[in-house]
């Protein structure tokens, strides 16, 4: 879509802008927002607001701010040296506007982030995805190359009644490696379903196919091969909205699977998908982590 154009916000104007498009998804309740003083200093100390633009329509963002992948308080806690020498970039609140999506923008929103955390020589940009969200887990690990090699439970530290949508899988992307850069010179993973069933990938996750949506049965014994794949329904959102109870079913399903992958040290590596029928099926491709 060529009419998109991707700039860094820096002025009051913009990150008012901002501020109004995110009430389009957490609403007007404060604490759910980044206020306008907050976008400023974050700004201009280093970080970075990165608009998606139709003409003066602000129509998506991500933000980005510096971190260390290291805990001062932690009892093996490195020396200040050493923390610097592991600064990263956090991502945080992408978003789109639900009319201009599946235009690429997110991936355009992320190029520019890359090239940001290149020019600061920074090498690891960091973030959070919701473990249901297909289209997501289809731009993080297809289309950008990133991995996971952590989940987190109720990562929010929201109350018990909530805590399920707020499991998180922990993306890395090594914006240097090799498999961002061949991702951001448009040679994405060619992986498919298919290649991983005829080279024998077990689908560890056993599909209930009768009713009105695709669920999991219960958990048995994993299968003990170097890689893996893992259902999740196409369209969470839907699921949340017509058929809670089934997409509750998955939200525990994935929680207890997911943790228990990463335990065993398989890693998040890929994304694919294929239509069965009328049916889109996508699956999480995990790999064994090498020591």
Not at 101 to 115: D, H
Request: aromatic share 8%; charged share 20%; proline share 4%.
């Amino acid at each position: 879509m060529s009419n998109i154009a991707i700039k860094r916000l820096l002025t009051a104007p913009e990150f008012n802008q901002a501020v109004e498009l995110q009430k389009v998804y957490w609403g007007n309740d404060a604490s759910n927002l980044v206020p306008r003083h907050v976008l400023h200093t974050i700004c201009h100390h280093g970080g970075h607001l990165l608009g998606a633009y139709v003409g003066s329509q602000l129509v998506g963002f991500v933000m980005g701010f510096f971190g260390t992948a290291t805990d001062p308080d932690a009892p093996e806690a490195p020396d200040a040296d050493r923390a610097a020498s592991n600064l990263l970039i956090m991502s945080k609140r992408m978003l789109v506007l639900r009319q201009y999506r599946g235009r690429n923008i997110g991936f355009k929103l992320k190029m520019a982030q890359r090239e940001l955390a290149l020019k600061q020589g920074i090498g690891l940009v960091t973030w959070t995805v919701d473990p249901l969200l297909a289209a997501n887990a289809h731009l993080n690990y297809r289309k950008l190359g990133a991995i996971s090699s952590q989940f987190a439970v109720n990562y929010f530290d929201y109350p018990e009644a909530e805590s399920l949508s707020a499991d998180r899988l922990i993306v890395h992307w090594r914006v240097k490696g090799k498999r961002a850069r061949a991702c951001a010179s448009g040679n994405m993973s060619g992986r498919t379903l298919k290649q991983c069933l005829d080279e024998n990938t077990p689908i560890v996750n056993a599909i209930e196919e009768s009713g009105p949506a695709i669920a999991p049965r219960a958990l048995s014994q994993l299968a003990d091969r170097d890689s893996l794949l893992v259902e999740i329904p196409s369209d969470i959102r839907h699921l949340d909205e017509q058929i809670p109870d089934v997409a509750r079913h998955w939200r525990l399903h994935i929680r207890e699977l997911m943790g228990r992958l990463i335990e065993l040290g398989y890693v998040v590596y890929d994304f694919v998908s294929a239509l069965q029928g009328r049916q889109r099926r996508v699956y999480y491709f995990l790999v064994r982590r090498k020591y």
